[in-house]
């Protein structure tokens, strides 16, 4: 059984910053792909960041470019997103995803496994 857990979500103010760690732990594999998703409820679930498994390519969606920074510790079987700058409109459920790839992808149906979400709240 496959288990990714996040953690580091909150409440904040704008312009704080959060981290967030996704966990993975159970039949661990170098996953290719790890991702960053988030949602709003009623609405689609919506691409983040995401990082190959030796962090030679990374792609942001435009929204956090030069705000949010993803990395993995393959050791730790960790990926984290240091998000700066937030914003109200960053709020939103985060989700961390495994893939196997080998393309980096911003569609949810190319991710195999999927964490529970932890909420971050940006306040005005």
């Known amino acids: 059984q496959v288990q990714l857990v996040e953690s580091g979500g909150g409440l904040v103010q704008a312009g704080d910053s959060l981290r967030l760690s996704c966990t993975t732990s159970?039949?661990?594999?170098?996953?290719?792909?790890m991702g960053w998703f988030r949602q709003i409820p009623g609405e689609e679930r919506e691409f983040v960041a995401a990082?190959?498994?030796?962090?030679?390519?990374?792609y942001y969606a435009d929204s956090v470019k030069g705000r949010f920074t993803i990395s993995r510790d393959n050791a730790k079987n960790t990926v984290y997103l240091q998000m700066n700058g937030l914003k109200p409109e960053d709020t939103a459920v985060y989700y961390c995803?495994?893939?196997?790839?080998?393309?980096?992808?911003?569609?949810?149906?190319?991710?195999?496994?999927w964490g529970q979400g932890t909420q971050v709240t940006v306040s005005s």
């Open positions: 995803a495994a893939g196997y790839g080998p393309q980096i992808s911003t569609e949810v149906a190319s991710y195999d496994y």
């Open positions: 159970g039949r661990t594999f170098s996953y290719p792909i």
């Open positions: 990082i190959t498994r030796n962090g030679a390519r990374i």
